[in-house]
């Protein structure tokens, strides 16, 4: 056979196997289709019968909404249910922020892999939900597809979401829209407080624009935090709960780009702590390129603070001497108002109630003319009547005596041989510091044995008998206000 006619044959041969392999392959293509779409009509059958065939519920939105669901399918089709389900024996699964119309085509494309045009007023909720169920084909299509994204979703879904595609990222970080953003108080307030942080960061470029506009969004945030878990918004309990709150928020900002605004309103918000106010006073700059706040004037400012609450002290230089005198950064950290006489009807019993086994109280008197008290670590109790309690710490004051021309604040510390009878428990009657200073079980006050048990700054017997509050025996009390930790 010549070379020719067998190369004809050869390649005669090769095109008939190509053929069959195309015919081949054309036809696993076509099993293929027709498999992909068999499982998808299987898997909408399966979609559209959940309700007989589930395992599981899902409880969808503000009313829990039950979606009967196939565990399996959510575990092997979506990234979120595997690592929530794979090893938790669980019947149901409560997501009360997700509307149903937003679940339902999500929970199909979960089921079939088909994508969907959301309405406009839902594609913001489908994006963020699609990406945090991990579903990231359907984010990359609502991304691509959608004509849907403004700078204001894409911020949002920048916040709201750990893991961002580049797309969004990009787009809302050369975006304008952050300055805008905190105007929309439904928004900021339903996030948690890393998202919040998040938000805070951004939109003062990473802590490098402070003004009045943040620090009031971050006390409508506390105040939305604190509602939202039901704690009263009391005063107190205010400044208690959003000092915690703050925390992690003031410890970030960069003291030094405060402007002025906010230097100048500071302590106008209750969650501004003390850690906080310490660090302006070591930076001594709270006004962008001025002169510096005077550091005494602002220590004055943060004592005066911790009282904000009292109807008696209302001088700095009282709130001052006052946590001087007491000198325990935890009492001046966490102290609150716990009694005051003129709220709880001048009542010893509910005085015992509120203000038995604490630890540091501090007792403020308001009389005719005076303020005077007494500071005592260890605290009072009612059940022990007549039980006297050692305390070396326990001291009386007189910050002021409006009788005279000039009064200079006055401490009396505890004698060194009176430390056993600091403080004395009774019952029926208010707050007893040794013999010097007691409120009777008619709420008056007494002092005429001033001296005995604390160190007076003079022995003239007669004088000291009226020193306190210039009467020598009961006194009336106008207000009485118990502070502790």
């Not at 780009?257 to 230097?263: F, L, N, P, S």
């Not at 009292?310 to 946590?323: A, G, M, N, P, R």
């Not at 605290?379 to 007549?386: A, K, L, P, V």
Request: hydrophobic letters at 30%; proline letters at 3%.
């Amino acid at each position: 056979m010549s070379r020719s006619k067998f190369s004809f044959k050869e390649n005669k041969e090769k095109e008939k196997e190509k053929k069959k392999e195309n015919e081949k392959e054309k036809k696993e293509k076509t099993n293929k289709k027709n498999i992909k779409k068999q499982l998808i009509k299987d898997l909408n059958k399966l979609y559209e019968q959940r309700n007989q065939n589930y395992d599981f519920i899902l409880k969808i939105g503000k009313k829990l909404v039950p979606f009967p669901v196939n565990k399996s399918i959510l575990i092997s089709r979506s990234d979120f249910f595997h690592n929530l389900l794979r090893s938790e024996p669980i019947s149901e699964y409560t997501i009360p922020n997700i509307k149903p119309e937003v679940m339902e085509p999500i929970l199909k494309y979960i089921y079939t892999s088909q994508t969907f045009d959301p309405k406009p007023d839902l594609f913001f909720d489908c994006l963020f939900w699609s990406n945090f169920f991990n579903l990231d084909l359907l984010t990359e299509y609502l991304i691509t597809k959608s004509q849907e994204i403004d700078e204001k979703i894409a911020f949002k879904f920048f916040i709201l979401t750990t893991k961002t595609p580049k797309t969004i990222e990009n787009l809302c970080l050369s975006s304008n829209i952050k300055k805008n953003i905190l105007d929309d108080h439904d928004f900021f307030s339903n996030l948690n407080q890393e998202r919040f942080l998040k938000l805070i960061q951004y939109v003062t470029d990473d802590w490098q624009r402070i003004d009045l506009k943040i620090f009031q969004t971050i006390d409508y945030w506390i105040q939305s935090q604190l509602k939202k878990n039901g704690f009263g918004l009391s005063s107190e309990n205010y400044k208690k709960k959003s000092q915690f709150i703050a925390n992690k928020i003031l410890s970030k900002i960069k003291i030094s780009r405060i402007d002025e605004e906010v230097g100048n309103k500071i302590l106008d918000f209750p969650f501004i702590n003390e850690e906080f106010l310490e660090r302006l006073e070591l930076n001594s700059k709270i006004l962008s390129g001025k002169e510096t706040q005077n550091p005494q004037e602002l220590k004055q400012l943060m004592a005066l603070k911790k009282f904000q609450n009292s109807s008696i002290i209302k001088e700095k230089l009282h709130s001052e001497k006052l946590l001087e005198w007491v000198d325990d950064k935890e009492f001046s950290s966490k102290m609150n108002l716990g009694y005051s006489a003129n709220r709880n009807n001048f009542s010893v019993k509910k005085f015992h109630k509120i203000c038995d086994n604490k630890n540091q109280t501090l007792v403020i008197i308001k009389t005719q003319d005076r303020i005077l008290g007494g500071f005592t670590s260890k605290g009072f109790i009612s059940g022990i009547s007549g039980w006297q309690e050692h305390d070396r710490k326990a001291f009386i004051f007189l910050l002021e005596n409006k009788s005279k021309k000039y009064h200079e604040p006055r401490k009396f510390p505890i004698k060194e041989d009176q430390i056993g009878r600091a403080i004395k428990y009774d019952k029926d009657k208010g707050p007893i510091f040794g013999d010097d200073l007691k409120i009777n079980e008619e709420f008056k006050g007494r002092s005429d044995k001033f001296g005995k048990t604390y160190s007076p700054r003079s022995e003239n017997r007669n004088e000291l008998k009226t020193y306190l509050t210039g009467f020598d025996k009961y006194w009336e009390i106008d207000e009485l206000e118990v502070y502790f930790c």
